[in-house]
C-alpha cells in the first residue's frame, strides 16, 4: 500500500518550518530577513507612538490655525521620517545582497588559460 505524500495544510501553512528551511539554505539571509522585520517593527512603533501623540495634541487645540500648523508639521515629519526609512531598509537590502553575493563566489578561482588541455 503506498503512503500518501501529500502535505497537511498546517505543514504548508507554518512559518516555523519555513524559517527552518530559510536558515538551512543560507543562514546570512535569514539573519538579513531577521534585521530588516526588526527595523521594520521599530519604525511602525515608533510612528505609532508620534500618531498617537499627535491624536493628543488635535484633542488640545484652541483655534483652527493651531490644527493646521499640528497637522503640518506632523505631515512632513511623516514623510520625512518614511522617505529615512526606505532609504535605510534599501540599504539593509544592499548590503544583505552583497553579502549574499560574496558568499556564493567560489574560493577557487580558475583563469582562462590554466585550462588543462
Known sequence: MAKSTKKSAADKD???AMS???MAINPASMQAWQEVMTE??????????????TQ??????????ELVQLQT??????IKQYSEETM?????MSDAAGTAVSEAQ???KRRYDDVPL
Open 40 to 53: 521594520c517593527s521599530r519604525f511602525v512603533m515608533d510612528r505609532l507612538q508620534q500618531d498617537f501623540e
Open 88 to 92: 535605510r531598509l534599501m540599504q539593509m
Open 56 to 65: 493628543q495634541a488635535i484633542l488640545g487645540c484652541k483655534s483652527p490655525a
Open 106 to 108: 567560489s574560493s577557487t
Open 73 to 78: 508639521e506632523f505631515y512632513q515629519n511623516a
Open 20 to 22: 527552518a528551511a530559510m
Open 14 to 16: 507554518n512559518p516555523f
